[in-house]
């Protein structure tokens, strides 16, 4: 009976979901605790499959937790992921190459991987999107997008760098999330 009684609420559920709507994939799912709220980000393996890779070894490992958002220009875009705050550091992990797609622009909420002059040389810094910005499709690798929770990211403090910064309080991959 509670087989059936299961069963029955599991089509219950299915048949009353939106039209389109996709059950969110907890395992390429990011987290990020921010001041004022949480911001949810869709992260693309099939585009980026070595830097989301990255992304969620960062994640896991905690090495995200605390970091300030050390670049921060309205109207274009918001940068975290240097341990230091300086935008000079990152991880002890190999850089990794670049995975530019033609399917992926940068629009608002966007997640790109943060470089230097080498295209090949993005490792724990990225950015997220105010605005869209079609100069950098192609220059910059696509690892995600911003599903949830964008106006907290319009809420972080401007500056290059901001007098005193917001930063990450918690990022995680959801599959990993505590409830």
């Known amino acids: 009976m509670l087989k059936t009684l299961t ?28 001041k004022d709220g949480r911001v949810t980000v869709e992260m693309f393996p099939d585009v980026a499959p070595k830097h989301v890779a990255r992304i969620k070894e960062l994640a896991r490992e905690g090495f995200y937790d605390g ?7 309205p109207g274009f875009m918001a940068q975290t992921g240097d341990p230091t705050g300086t935008g000079t550091g990152g991880s002890d992990k190999p850089d990794l190459k670049a995975e530019f797609s033609r399917d992926k622009s940068f629009e608002r909420g966007t997640m790109g991987m943060a470089r230097t002059a080498n295209p090949n040389s993005a ?17 910059y690798t696509i690892w995600g997008k911003v599903v949830d929770g964008m106006q907290y ?27």
């Open 67 to 73: 970091v300030v958002f050390h670049r921060v220009i």
């Open 7 to 34: 069963l029955l609420a599991g089509l219950i559920l299915a048949m009353t979901a939106p039209a389109g709507a996709k059950a969110a994939d907890l395992e390429n799912t990011l987290y990020i605790d921010l």
């Open 123 to 139: 490792n724990a810094q990225f950015f997220i999107m105010f605005a869209p910005a079609p100069h950098l499709n192609g220059e």
């Open 153 to 179: 990211v319009d809420n972080i403090t401007p500056g290059e760098p901001p007098r005193n910064p917001d930063k990450m309080i918690k990022v995680q991959v959801a599959a990993d999330a505590e409830k």
